[in-house]
């Protein structure tokens, strides 16, 4: 399985904008889909965006559409999320996981970074 590392989370006030990577080694990047979750205090882990190996397909939640963006650089190993227009129910542990394209469930996950948003 591959190992994630994410990185670049922080405080910032509402408005504001984030941008997460995720670095991925000890695998073959290219064959995994690729997802951002996050997890509020006293909540239950939730999707926020995923991307297909090729980078071709991506999907949000609704409560970040228009917002955040998923996007991948198989060159470099990496999925980032860039968070524009950040509201204070943002903030979370946002956990970069992998799931490999021919499998449907998320094998390998990151240590998490905290975002949050105060208002």
């Known amino acids: 399985q591959v190992q994630l590392v994410e990185s670049g989370g922080g405080s910032v006030q509402t408005g504001g904008s984030l941008r997460l990577s995720c670095a991925a080694s000890?695998?073959?990047?290219?064959?995994?889909?690729m997802g951002w979750f996050r997890q509020a205090p006293g909540k239950e882990r939730e999707f926020v965006a995923r991307?297909?190996?090729?980078?071709?397909?991506?999907s949000y939640a609704d409560s970040v559409k228009g917002r955040f963006t998923i996007t991948r650089d198989n060159a470099k190993n990496s999925v980032y999320l860039q968070m524009n227009s950040l509201k204070p129910e943002d903030t979370a542990v946002y956990y970069c996981?992998?799931?490999?394209?021919?499998?449907?469930?998320?094998?390998?996950w990151g240590q998490g970074t905290q975002v949050t948003v105060s208002s």
């Open positions: 996981a992998a799931s490999h394209y021919k499998l449907a469930s998320w094998g390998s």
């Open positions: 000890g695998g073959t990047f290219s064959v995994y889909d």
């Open positions: 991307i297909s190996w090729s980078g071709g397909s991506t």
